[in-house]
T-cell receptor, first 116, second 115 residues
Framework: DAGVIQSPRHEVTEMGQEVTLRCKPISGHNSLFWYRQTMMRGLELLIYFNNNVPIDDSGMPEDRFSAKMPNASFSTLKIQPSEPRDSAVYFC??????????????FGPGTRLLVL | AQSVTQLGSHVSVSEGALVLLRCNYSSSVPPYLFWYVQYPNQGLQLLLKYTSAATLVKGINGFEAEFKKSETSFHLTKPSAHMSDAAEYFCAVSPGSGNTGKLIFGQGTTLQVKP
């Protein structure tokens, strides 16, 4: 299996620009999670989906952030407009519904975002 | 509400020495507990998990952890550190019953292994 795929791996942009992060979960997984990692706040859950439906977006910092999951194999996290304080590593993780492993989240390699 | 506290943001050991990374949790329901490892510039990789079966859990790379309900702890150990163990380690908790899949992470512990 290819694992969780994220793109781009690195993104440098200027304040005010739109940023779109992409994630392809592991095939057959039905839950998808977006996390943000910073030195100050550690790992924070932003939003998660079950069967392509957003279940909990209470971690999304503000309206500038939005996430979609149009189908089972693709999700996006968009920041518009971006600000320097959004600089972080963004991780996507997926989880199966298969009994015996449904507790485990599998993480992608992350997207390192720098907003200048 | 659930929370995780990792005691010690940095731990340094000599190669061959015992590794002990501490994790205490708070949970109003029986928890599931996890240890993840993150190597530089990589994503998180599952080391081991506790899901209400055996309290002593063995994971990959020679790591193990013991769930102690009375102490609300889930400390990670390895008898003999290897240079390749240098990484950041995260303890995480989720509700065991009606598992929503949400993970609450600790702040992480950076393990340094000295030659």
């Amino acid at each position: 299996d290819a694992g969780v795929i994220q793109s781009p791996r690195h993104e440098v942009t200027e304040m005010g620009q739109e940023v779109t992060l992409r994630c392809k979960p592991i095939s057959g997984h039905n839950s998808l999670f977006w996390y943000r990692q910073t030195m100050m706040r550690g790992l924070e859950l932003l939003i998660y989906f079950n069967n392509n439906v957003p279940i909990d977006d209470s971690g999304m910092p503000e309206d500038r952030f939005s996430a979609k999951m149009p189908n089972a194999s693709f999700s996006t996290l968009k920041i518009q407009p971006s600000e320097p304080r959004d600089s972080a590593v963004y991780f996507c993780a997926s989880r199966t519904a298969r009994w015996g492993d449904l507790e485990t989240q599998y993480f992608g390699p992350g997207t390192r975002l720098l907003v200048l | 509400a659930q929370s995780v506290t990792q005691l010690g943001s940095h731990v340094s050991v000599s190669e061959g020495a015992l590794v002990l990374l501490r994790c205490n949790y708070s949970s109003s329901v029986p928890p599931y507990l996890f240890w993840y490892v993150q190597y530089p510039n990589q994503g998180l990789q599952l080391l081991l998990k506790y899901t209400s079966a055996a309290t002593l859990v063995k994971g990959i790379n020679g790591f193990e952890a013991e769930f102690k309900k009375s102490e609300t702890s889930f400390h990670l150990t390895k008898p003999s550190a290897h240079m390749s163990d240098a990484a950041e380690y995260f303890c995480a908790v989720s509700p065991g019953s009606g598992n929503t899949g949400k993970l609450i992470f600790g702040q992480g512990t950076t393990l340094q292994v000295k030659p």
